[in-house]
Nanobody
Framework: QVQLEEFGGGLVQAGGSLRLSCAASERTFSTYHMGWFRQAPGKEREFVAGITRSGSSKYYGRFVKGRFTISRDSSKTTVYLQMNSLTPEDTAVYYC???????????????WGQGTQVTVSP
């Protein structure tokens, strides 16, 4: 079972940027689709971004609107989420997920990290 650990959360002012990283434990990293979900207080967990195992396809939640970019580096078994033009509405715990199917990548995730808090101040 793959283990995931997120890095890079923190406090940033509106309009600022953060880059989240998710390190995967397994050398079979390239066999997983990778993605990010987030959960704000009192809200359901929602899909943020996903990238297929080959890196050839990327998917984003509708609210992203060109502000975020997902990427992966197989040599480091790490997936990244570059977030620009952050707003207070982006405040949430961000979770990394690894999945074996694209359906799971876009809807419910599978293996999860512990999450990293992102807080955007006005």
């Amino acid at each position: 079972q793959v283990q995931l650990e997120e890095f890079g959360g923190g406090l940033v002012q509106a309009g600022g940027s953060l880059r989240l990283s998710c390190a995967a434990s397994e050398r079979t990293f390239s066999t997983y689709h990778m993605g990010w979900f987030r959960q704000a207080p009192g809200k359901e967990r929602e899909f943020v971004a996903g990238i297929t195992r080959s890196g050839s396809s990327k998917y984003y939640g509708r609210f992203v609107k060109g502000r975020f970019t997902i990427s992966r580096d197989s040599s480091k078994t790490t997936v990244y989420l570059q977030m620009n033009s952050l707003t207070p509405e982006d405040t949430a715990v961000y979770y990394c997920t690894a999945t074996e199917t694209i359906d799971a990548l876009l809807t419910r995730g599978n293996y999860w990290g512990q999450g990293t808090q992102v807080t955007v101040s006005p």
